[in-house]
């Protein structure tokens, strides 16, 4: 099952263009089976997920997106949106509280600004980033960022043995399914993705 697990729309993300009207019908022409609303500090709710699925063959689930002091974390399972910063533990704590999963989006952005190269860092060095002990899962894969940020985050996850994850972090319609989780079995629920995502039972590619 190919679901894009990082997707934002407009308004809930101000930052976004994307109309959730045009969303499914784009995710059904790219082959998308799923994609996740991991809107900035803004939760779906059930009914505006159900009405915007439709019955149109693609699957919605539920994310939120949600700025720590370590970082962005994609956030499944915990339905409480938070309007500001908040200290990572805090997070933790409240998501295992709910049976959620935590996940960190981009966790090596601003390598294409400075370059890997030359700011001589390596996966050793990165996996020592408070973020990674708060998460269950990594991007490896982020449409936003380059090769270079996407391989480090691939060897942090395998040097640390946590599983790896991709989304395009859309905004636009055209970058939907750029990156995209590739799941081993069929996906109904949230609580399903949470479970399967948990226990490394999935792939990344892209449906671009």
């Not at 049976?99 to 601003?110: E, F, N, T, V, W």
């Not at 109904?188 to 948990?198: F, G, N, P």
Request: charged share 25%; proline share 3%; net charge negative.
């Amino acid at each position: 099952m190919i679901i894009d697990l990082h997707v934002h729309t407009s308004p809930r993300s101000p930052c976004s263009l994307i109309d959730p009207r045009q969303l499914v019908a784009e995710a059904r022409k790219i082959g998308l089976d799923g994609l996740c609303l991991t809107e900035h500090h803004a939760i779906w709710t059930d009914e505006d997920v159900s009405e915007l699925s439709g019955g149109h063959g693609v699957r919605i689930f539920k994310g939120n997106e949600i700025t720590t002091d370590q970082g962005d974390i994609l956030v499944f399972g915990y339905d409480v949106p938070a309007s500001e910063v908040i200290p990572i533990a805090e997070l933790r704590g409240e998501v295992e509280k709910s049976g959620g999963l935590m996940i960190a989006a981009h966790p090596l952005r601003g390598f294409k600004v400075f370059g890997v190269g030359q700011l001589q860092v390596t996966a050793d060095h990165a996996m020592k980033r408070k973020v990674f002990q708060y998460v269950d899962a990594i991007e490896i894969r982020n449409g936003k960022l380059n090769d270079a940020e996407n391989n480090m985050a691939l060897d942090v996850s395998r040097k640390l043995g946590l599983v790896g994850v991709a989304g395009s972090d859309a905004h636009r319609i055209d970058e939907l399914g750029k990156w995209v989780t590739i799941f081993e079995r069929d996906i109904h629920s949230d609580r399903e993705l949470i479970e399967a995502i948990r226990a490394g039972r999935c792939s990344v590619g892209s449906a671009r």
